[in-house]
């Protein structure tokens, strides 16, 4: 078993959120390889000093955002494609032509999130404020965005639902981002000067939001998210009201 930088979890709220950050680090920085065996549950549990159901607390939303995959008596490992560097595939525009079904989840994201933006900047915190920060850096890319861009889109919003500190909130935004990956993917494949910039857009609108979470100022916080929706939603083609 090779030795993970891992610390025992100071008991406070949260633990499993901890967790969850102290192993993705170990993965983006490479002590954790794609394929990679991830250590026991009473590994983790013991050297956390948590419990197990903590642990797997912390593996179901590695899993949720793609990092890792579980093998039915197996255990866990690694995700194989994790952050693959990789161009987006040439994706059928007909994604982005769909019916109501996009719009409604649109109005829902500008609903749950602005709120999530606002409790977020509320509750700021250097902690929180990290993740949200290093989101941001990891949508800029060279040439052509890839897949790392999409997952920082998603992995900001994530980031920002889990500092708002409200459990069902963050699970039901996660709910809704996800069914949308796919299709962020062909939005950013895009290419020519009308949709050429749209990742370069997204996270531009990223960074306006940054600052007022740095700020703490929730009013702002939970406007400027409502518009980066109703922005969002027309690079697909929706019209959606953010009141």
């Known amino acids: 078993m090779k030795e993970l930088n891992v610390q025992r979890v100071e008991r406070r709220p949260h633990l499993a959120e901890h967790i969850t950050r ?6 983006q920085s490479g002590r954790l390889r ?23 607390e912390a593996i179901a939303s590695l899993r949720t955002q793609g990092l890792i995959e579980t093998r039915q008596g197996i255990g866990a490992f690694v995700a194989s494609t994790h952050e693959a560097v990789e161009p987006l595939p040439n994706m059928n525009t007909t994604l982005l032509e769909g019916d109501d079904t996009i719009r409604n989840m649109f109005e829902v994201r500008a ?7 606002a409790l977020a900047a509320t509750r700021m915190t250097a902690r929180r404020l990290q993740p949200i920060e290093e989101a941001i850096e990891r949508m800029r890319f060279k040439d052509k965005p890839s897949a790392v861009t999409v997952n920082a889109d998603l992995e900001f919003h994530r980031a920002i639902a889990s500092a708002a500190g409200n459990d069902y ?15 962020i993917a ?19 609108e990223h960074e306006t939001l940054l600052q007022a979470l740095k700020d703490k100022d929730p009013v702002a916080a939970r406007a400027v998210m409502g518009q980066h929706i109703v922005a969002a939603a027309s690079r697909f083609g929706y019209d959606i009201s953010f009141f």
């Open 22 to 27: 102290s192993l993705s680090e170990e993965i």
């Open 34 to 56: 794609p394929g990679d065996r991830l250590p026991t549950e009473q590994f983790l549990s013991q050297n956390f000093g948590v419990s197990r159901n903590v642990v797997r």
């Open 111 to 117: 609903v749950l999130e602005s709120q999530a933006a």
């Open 169 to 183: 909130l963050e699970a039901m935004i996660r709910l809704v981002l996800e069914p949308l990956r796919t299709l």
């Open 186 to 204: 062909a939005n950013f494949a895009r290419q020519g000067p009308l949709f050429g910039n749209i990742p370069n857009a997204a996270r531009g």
